[in-house]
């Protein structure tokens, strides 16, 4: 096609979307659902609910940040109780310019800072509480925590949020408290006046109200004044404790905060809704126009919706209301919302924030990543790595439309998601073709959903290759973004084919990318029974976890080979394609892929556990019993109770075995029961003992992986015992996550 032809197809293109922007119905936030409507009319009203211009605003934010810092970074837990003295929160220095350095170079947008998480410490000079930073030795008393912020985001660009808890543990403990201490509901004037602090903005409000809901709209009119604008309050409804039958005064909250910060959404309300889980699991088809039983303008509180449908057509149908209420997908980089420590608190690897990411934002939601500072006031180093080089990728991937100069509908590939292509419905395809081949592996899809809402139910991406269409990709709906991802292609030509929508759909934005894949890390796991498998590594993350692998959801195409000899795997060796059997000795596996190899994996497999039995052990601990030591799984443990004098394990191996040594994997979800000392007894019978070695393990706190003891002479033994003579930092139990035996061969 010449240049004049692409011209003259642009404009008809133009002229045929103009021809199609008459619809049948306006477009609303809320619609309405009719005894009267019919399946076909449901539908028709749900392709025309669209979100609301604060609700558009955030969607395109896309990648935000989250803040937990306040008296549980010092305490280490996720919940305080509300009687927390202050003076705990004994912070020294504060660098919020390095946590917005870092979120900036993520690609995150915006920042929430829990400013009263539930145990009611406040990080700004509030005027109405002396529980929070202004009774800490934290700049003498005058320090506060969101000026500081809010001057950091406005030095790097970030928009600024505010997690003001409804839970209050320190107005329920306190003998002064306000949170259910019976007051009536009076009319009262907010912001209330105090003597020497008078508020620059004149607005007031009145309301009927009780104590505890004043104090709260009183600090929030201080957040929303005081602060510069804010973009986002977030609510949840976590009740730790509750008293008194305090009630929330939701819609007066409402009603203050669009008058104060108009261009602001409320999550946990009618704005935006928690995606159901912490852990970063998305679901496969994130629909955000939702049904409702009740007008969501009318509701006080909200149910987490938490189903794995919410908009489907059969969901729909059952509503009385169709709202456009977006998702947000939110987890923490840490195991946990508050920062512990460096060493136990696993920090996630930059593969699973950057799927999270792509599942999240490529499936119609914001995403939402958690970052505890510590306890110097800065984010700690693995967190800022991992957030940089997640921005690295997300601007490596992202940053190059590939179909920048592509010929096609002009209003698609514009990089404008302002403007739009209707799509013929009689023919719902749309193709591209770029002036030389491409090689891309990711796809973005976006919808006008501003304009036209939701309407593509499920959509195919092709490829010409080798003079014929080959599909390449599958999705449901579209909605804000879809990112699809494939294995990559090279091809001139590509075709979008929609395979069902709800009415004519708009789309606003198609473009082409390459993500520039690995071949990943490999993990090695045996079953009791002896297999061997091989995948991508599934980083260890103990907190909420999602269920997928990150690695292998965005890797490319890659093989797998290994080794069982001791020599360096590569594409002479055997190359996995299924489990297989081994009965102890050393794996060596490397993944493959165009671009080169990827780090060579060893794990040394001792005896298989199959026939192995537990003949005896000390009292174990509930939920952790002792047959867990040799299940063949590093995630669960066996814990002895506490306080118990040399905590052992007897096991029968099944058959009298020549061993050479031993491995002890201890737990690593806590510092509890690290076995520094030990000794090693076998039995001819599995009653009578006697002492073959004795063991010592060092620096297991700091370093609790699997270590290795090697017998100075082989011991020949059905029955053996493993007895702890010391546990680490004094401990009162012992704890095992695997045993593994080795044979002399």
Known sequence: MNKLSSLLLGCLLSLSAVAQTRTELPVKNTYPVSTTDTEADIILKAAHVVPTPNQYRALKNEFIAFIHFGPNTFTRMEWGNGKEDPAIFDLKGLDTDQWCEAMKAAGIRMVLLTVKHHDGFVLWQSRYTKHGIMSTAYKNGKGDILKELVASCNKYGLKVGVYLSPADLYQIESPEGLYGNGSKYTTRTIPRAVPGRPFSNKTTFTFETDDYNEYFMNQLFELLTEYGPMYEVWFDGATPKSKGGQQYTYASWRQLIHKLAPQAVIFGKEDIRWCGNESGRTRHTEWNVIPYKTDPAALNTFDDLTAESLGSREDLYKGHFLHYQQAETNTSIREGWFYRDDIYQKVRSADDVFDIYERSVGGNSTFLLNIPPNREGKFSPADVSCLKEVGKRIKQTYGTNLFKGAQGPRNALDNDTESYLLVDNHHPEITITTT???????MVLQEAISTHGERVEKHALDAWIDNQWKEIATATNIGYKRI???????????????????????????????????????????????????????????????????????????????????????????????????????????????????????????????????????????????????????????????????????IDLGSERSLKGFAYTPQNQSATGMMAKGVIKVSADGKTWNTAETFEFGNLINDPVTRYHQFKKNVTTRYIRIEATEIAAGGKSAAIAELDFFEQK
């Not at 030389?436 to 990711?442: H, L, M």
């Not at 490319?556 to 489990?579: C, H, K, L, V």
């Open 436 to 442: 030389r081949p491409v090689t891309i592996n990711r």
């Open 484 to 650: 699809l991802r494939f294995p990559e292609v090279t091809a001139n030509k590509f075709r979008v084919r929609i395979l069902e929508l709800r009415d004519i759909p708009a789309i606003s934005n198609i473009s082409a990318h390459y993500y520039q894949t690995r071949a990943p890390q490999l993990q090695l796991q045996r079953s009791l029974e002896g297999m061997v498998s091989i995948d991508a590594l599934q980083t260890a993350f103990n907190w909420k976890p999602h269920g997928e692998n990150a690695s292998k959801n965005i890797s490319g195409a890659y093989r797998i080979f290994y080794t069982t000899d001791g020599s360096e795997p590569g594409p002479q060796s055997t190359e996995y394609n299924g489990a297989f059997k081994l009965d102890g000795g050393d794996v060596k596996a490397v993944a493959i892929d165009k671009n080169g190899k990827g780090p060579v994996t060893t794990h040394r497999f001792g005896l298989i556990k199959e026939n192995w039995k537990l003949l005896e052990a000390t009292a174990s601990a509930d939920g952790h019993p002792a047959a867990q030591a040799f299940d063949a799984s590093e995630k669960t443990y066996w814990l002895s109770k506490e306080n118990t004098t040399a905590p052992f394990i007897n």
